[in-house]
C-alpha cells in the first residue's frame, strides 16, 4: 500500500510517498519504506524553487500552492508510479477547524469547518483548501485524510490554555489557546522518548521555520505551548507577527488612523522577519543581509534568538 503524505506550509509543499508493506513493524521512526520525497519552497514568490528525491533544486514559478503541487505529480508519474491510482490515500498535516481536531476524514464538511477559522489561519487554511480540493480534483477515489496540528495539544490543563480574558467570552465562543505545529511536536516528542527509553520524559519542543513554536511536554503529553488561538503569537516568524502587547494594535487603529483590514495585513504579512529586518521574511536573506551590516538585520536576529 502506498500512501502519499503532504505538508502545505504557508510558503512551501514537502511531501513523502510510502510504500507501507516494504517491511512493516512498529519500530521508531517507523520502518516503511520511502519511494520518492521532495520539496517546493518560497511558495508565491518569485525566487520559488523544487527538488524531487535529492536532485537538482531548479527554479520554478509557483504563484501559488496549485502549480507546486501538479509539478509534484508530474515528477512522481515520471519516475516512481504509472498511475495516481497506486496511491492508498494521501495525508496532510492539517492546521485549524472551528470544532474539529484530531485525524479526520477531508469532507466537504471539514473543509467548511477550516474556512470558518480562515480569519483565524489565514496564511494556512486557505492554501490547504485549495490543496486539498486540487487533489480531489485529481485522486477523486482516494481518501483524503488530516491530521490535525491542534490535535496534540489538547491535553494541556485549563491553567495553560485559558486567557484572562471574561470567562462568559471563553466558553461561549471557544476563545483560548489551542496551539500548532502538533505533528512536529509529537514526533520529536515520540523520537526523543524512544531514543532515550523514557516514556516519562519532560522535554522543550522546538519546531523553528517559516512559523515557530515551542511546546512543554511531560509524560509524552503537550502541557504548554506558545502559540494560542492563532499563529500570529509566540515567536516571531516569516512574515507574521510573534507576541506583541494588544494596546499596540489599539494606538494602530485608534490614534494612526489604521483600519483593521490595515492591521491585518500589517500583522500577517509585513511583520516577523520581513517587519523587522525590512529585508526578506526568510532568515537566510536576514543573516546575509546581517553580514553585510545591515543593522535592522541584526536585530531581527537577535531578536528572534532571545525571544
Do not use: W
Not at 508519474?77 to 495525508?91: H, K, P, Q, R, Y
Not at 480574558?165 to 489551542?178: G, M, T
Not at 516519562?200 to 503529553?221: D, E, F, M, P, T
Amino acid at each position: 500500500m502506498k500512501i502519499l503524505i503532504c505538508n502545505v506550509g504557508s510558503t512551501s509543499l514537502k511531501y513523502k510517498l510510502f510504500d507501507m508493506d516494504a517491511n512493516g513493524g512498529n519500530t521508531f521512526p517507523a520502518a516503511e519504506k520511502v519511494l520518492a520525497t521532495g520539496k517546493a519552497e518560497r511558495v508565491g514568490t518569485e525566487k520559488s524553487v523544487f527538488q524531487h528525491n535529492g536532485g537538482e533544486l531548479t527554479q520554478e514559478h509557483f504563484p501559488t500552492h496549485r502549480e507546486a503541487i501538479m509539478k509534484m505529480m508530474e515528477n512522481l508519474l515520471a519516475d516512481t508510479i504509472t498511475s495516481m491510482d497506486e496511491i492508498a490515500c494521501v495525508g496532510f498535516k492539517v492546521v485549524h477547524a472551528k470544532g474539529v481536531t484530531g485525524v479526520q476524514y477531508l469532507t466537504e464538511d471539514v473543509l467548511s469547518a477550516m474556512a470558518d477559522f480562515n480569519s483565524v489561519a489565514p496564511a494556512h487554511n486557505p492554501p490547504y483548501i485549495a490543496a486539498i480540493r486540487q487533489f480531489r480534483e485529481l485522486m477523486p477515489k482516494t481518501p483524503l485524510i488530516g491530521s490535525f496540528e491542534t490535535g496534540f495539544h489538547a491535553t494541556m490543563p485549563p491553567e495553560a490554555y485559558l486567557y484572562s480574558i471574561p470567562v462568559e467570552l471563553s466558553k461561549k465562543y471557544a476563545l483560548r489557546r489551542y496551539g500548532f505545529h502538533g505533528a512536529s511536536h509529537e514526533y520529536v516528542t515520540g523520537f526523543v522518548s524512544a531514543d532515550m527509553k523514557n516514556e516519562n520524559i519532560r522535554l522543550v519542543s522546538c519546531h523553528l521555520g517559516g512559523s515557530g513554536s515551542l511546546a512543554a511536554v511531560k509524560n509524552g503529553k503537550c502541557m504548554d505551548t506558545t502559540l494560542g488561538l492563532s499563529l500570529q503569537c509566540g515567536v516571531m516568524h516569516n512574515n507574521r507577527i510573534g507576541d506583541i502587547d494588544p494596546y499596540v494594535l489599539v494606538y494602530m487603529m485608534r490614534d494612526l488612523g489604521m483600519d483593521l483590514d490595515e492591521v491585518c495585513k500589517t500583522l500577517e504579512k509585513k511583520s516577523g522577519f520581513l517587519g523587522m529586518s525590512g529585508v526578506s521574511g526568510d532568515l537566510r536573506d536576514v543573516e546575509l543581509a546581517a553580514e553585510e551590516g545591515n543593522e535592522d538585520a541584526k536585530n531581527a536576529i537577535a531578536s528572534y534568538a532571545t525571544a
